[in-house]
Structure formats: structure tokens, C-alpha cells
């Protein structure tokens, strides 16, 4: 019993320590705001589409969506603009919202390695990446007036 009380103690310190503070959330939304407006202007995809695919929970086929992930989710690697690669920080700043950092930590990981010099290829390849770990990667990139920060 003692074993089980410490754990769960242990396991709830954990979790109040993995969230983040006001500050650092207000700078994320920031950051992905500016990152999403950038990436709807570049790819076609529209505020609309990716409200209506975060709501049902469910992705498009649409090949704009792939490019606005890949916008999103990518950053140039070198400086002759063929490679892209994962952009760490904007990942980390939106799925930390909906997980615990060390869960969302832990899969951004497993999906650092997607390159590819295709901005929709390399967005499908890292919506394919998170899917198999069941994190639907739509409803976290992108910030709407009242969604959690």
C-alpha cells in the first residue's frame, strides 16, 4: 500500500512539474500564431480547412494540408534551401499543449529524423510519423481564439 501511495505522489509531482508556466505558454502562442499565419499564406491551406479538420478530429486528403504540416513542423537545413528538417521548437511549443512534456518530448524524438527536400512530402512523412504513435499532429499545430494555452 505504502509502495502504491508513493508512486502516485511521485506520478503527481511529475505532472505539475512537466506543464508549463504563463510566460512560457503566452510565448509559445506567439510562436505558433506567427508560424501559422506565415504557413497558411505559403501553402493555400486556409483557417477554415484546418478548423474544420482539428473539430472532427480527422485529416484531410487535401495535398495543401501536407504542405501546411510540413511548413509548420519544418525548417530549412542548409543554406542551399534543399533540405528541410524538423523544427524542434514550434513541434515542442504546440503538442506540449495537449501532452505531458516527457510523453511529447518523447515522440518528437522518435520523428526528428524525416528529411526530405519536398515541403508536402516531408509534411506527410511527419504526419504518417506522429499518427503511429497516436498523436494527431492537426489539432496541435495552429492556435484559435480559446484553445488552451
Not at 15 to 21: A, Q
Not at 55 to 82: E, M, P, Q
Not at 97 to 123: D, E, K, W
Amino acid at each position: 500500500m505504502n509502495k502504491l501511495l508513493m508512486l502516485t505522489f511521485a506520478l503527481s509531482i511529475n505532472f505539475v512539474l512537466s506543464g508549463k508556466s504563463v510566460k512560457e505558454a503566452l510565448e509559445d502562442i506567439r510562436l505558433i500564431s506567427r508560424l501559422q499565419n506565415y504557413c497558411y499564406n505559403e501553402t493555400g491551406f486556409t483557417r477554415e480547412k484546418h478548423e474544420l479538420i482539428r473539430d472532427a478530429r480527422t485529416y484531410s486528403s487535401d495535398i495543401n494540408y501536407f504542405c501546411y504540416v510540413g511548413c509548420y513542423c519544418t525548417h530549412v537545413k542548409d543554406l542551399w534551401l534543399t533540405k528541410r528538417t524538423l523544427n524542434y521548437e514550434a513541434v515542442a511549443a504546440s503538442v506540449t499543449r495537449f501532452l505531458s512534456v516527457p510523453v511529447a518530448y518523447h515522440v518528437i524524438n522518435q520523428c526528428t529524423n524525416i528529411s526530405t527536400n519536398s515541403l508536402c512530402a516531408t509534411g506527410k512523412k511527419i504526419h504518417d510519423c506522429f499518427a503511429e504513435r497516436n498523436v494527431i499532429i492537426t489539432g496541435s499545430i495552429g492556435y484559435f481564439d480559446g484553445d488552451e494555452i
